[in-house]
């Protein structure tokens, strides 16, 4: 029997490199700050919604940015290009929004719902030190609710 061979310096392989930020406990594939922004989706979002093609999911998405005057500028911002009766129209459920409508809606929805967390989330997750801890998944158990990013 021959005996074993032991490597040399020049057949091992390289060690493996430095990683930097998340990539150093084990994160892969995807940045830290899009990982927190996908996790708070995920917190922000477990709380029953329907979807915005179901008549309820359309009628809270509606009645969220219609309360003031900053939600409907994030339906402009969105390009919902309709005038006031015809978005009247839709929260009473006498009219349908078209699917491009639709889409715009959820996603000023959820800018909207972002921007008005953000400082509620930063207050508890920091809260002068005794903050709330989350877990950062980089396999998140459901995609985010809407394309888009923290605003």
């Known amino acids: 029997m021959a005996p074993a061979k032991l490597p040399t310096a020049s057949t091992l392989p390289p060690p493996p490199a430095q990683q930097e930020g998340f990539g150093r406990y084990g994160a892969t594939g995807i940045s830290g700050g899009s990982a927190l922004a996908h996790r708070l989706d995920e917190r922000a ?26 939600g409907l500028a994030w339906l402009r911002l969105a390009q919902v290009t309709v005038i006031e009766r015809t978005i009247a129209r839709w ?37 002068d030190g005794r903050g709330t801890r989350i877990e950062i998944s980089t396999t998140p158990s459901t995609p985010p609710p809407s394309p888009g990013h923290w605003t």
């Open 45 to 70: 979002a477990n709380r029953g919604l329907s979807p915005v093609s179901h008549p309820r999911g359309l009628a809270v998405r509606l009645r969220y940015l219609a309360l003031d005057e900053q």
């Open 91 to 127: 929260r009473a459920g006498r009219q349908r929004p078209l699917p491009a409508n639709l889409r715009k809606i959820d996603q000023a929805f959820w800018a909207c719902r972002r921007h008005n967390l953000v400082g509620y989330f930063k207050q508890r997750l920091w809260d």
